[in-house]
């Protein structure tokens, strides 16, 4: 046992738990995983090992392949030199159907760095599916940061705008298309919202005036059991002569009846 990597332990521990019938079951599973890999952020299978062939990832500065490696480094904003002191999850929610199950949570990283800790809160939505081996086809790691005017987050692989891009801009629409148990995560530690609270969230970000950001890319994704999107956002300022705020934007969603969407999850974050 001794002269097994890490990156096989991982593995091998995950492939027998994720096959728990509750998706809460796999989601800890996954999240677990991850930390474990970020504490051993040097070896990128351990991470790679919870991903899909195929997987996509919107990370704090960008969308990638899962396989292009470096997910570790990316969420918890390591450097070569820095040193991992600590890192946790928790408010940890979960659903799921027969053929897809996703959950939502909070990571917790303090890293030390040329002398100098810092801080730093991504949340987390994830979708596994069942046809994978429930591993992780896609997710997305929003910052939890003060905005910024400046800073945008690359989306490499882009597609057209479609209807789950558009309801990224639109609070009024994404409140009508929340599920009954959806997760919704902003920028602030305060903005979370599940079930009711979600709604409740969305609905004071009404009068707020989003526009999706035109100099950047999106990519929007239907299967046949869920569809997610990805882009930038703009934040109009509250006050003549204020600048408009970045920020990343993810939207999770099932297929409903006549094309509609039942939004799951959805998260905005802080660019950089």
């Known amino acids: 046992m001794k002269t097994l990597s890490f990156a096989v332990v991982v593995l091998a521990s995950l492939s027998t738990t994720v096959r728990a019938d509750s998706p809460e079951d796999r989601g800890k599973a996954i999240v677990q995983a991850q ?20 997987a996509y990832v919107l990370l704090p500065n960008g969308e990638q392949s899962a396989s292009d490696g470096g997910i570790a480094a990316a969420i918890a904003f390591l450097n070569p030199h820095s040193t991992v002191k600590e890192a946790t999850f928790d408010h940890l929610t979960a659903g799921g159907t027969a053929s897809v199950s996703w959950f939502t949570a909070d990571l917790h990283f303090t890293v030390t760095s040329s002398g100098s800790t810092e801080k730093h809160v991504v949340r987390a939505i994830e979708l596994l599916d069942g046809a994978a081996d429930w591993k992780v086809a896609v997710a997305a790691f929003t910052n939890v940061a003060a905005l910024s005017p400046s800073g945008s987050c690359n989306i490499n692989d882009a597609t057209d705008p479609g209807p789950l891009v558009n309801l990224l801009a639109a609070p009024t629409s994404l ?74 934007a993810f939207v999770l969603a099932l297929p409903g009846p006549t094309g509609s969407w039942s939004v799951v999850a959805a998260s905005y974050g802080a660019t950089f």
Request: charged share 25%; aromatic share 6%.
């Open 35 to 54: 930390i474990a890999a970020v504490k051993k952020w040097s070896d990128n299978s351990a991470m790679a090992a919870t991903f899909a062939k195929d």
């Open 175 to 248: 409140s009508a298309a929340l599920d009954a148990k959806a997760v919704v995560l902003g920028t602030d530690p305060a903005e979370r919202g599940a079930g009711p609270d979600a709604k409740k969230l969305v609905d004071g970000w009404k009068k707020l005036h989003l526009t999706l950001d035109t100099a950047q890319k999106a990519r929007e994704v239907h299967t046949a059991s869920y569809g997610y999107a990805m882009t930038n956002v703009k934040l109009a300022p509250s006050k003549p002569g204020g600048h408009a705020m970045a920020m990343s």
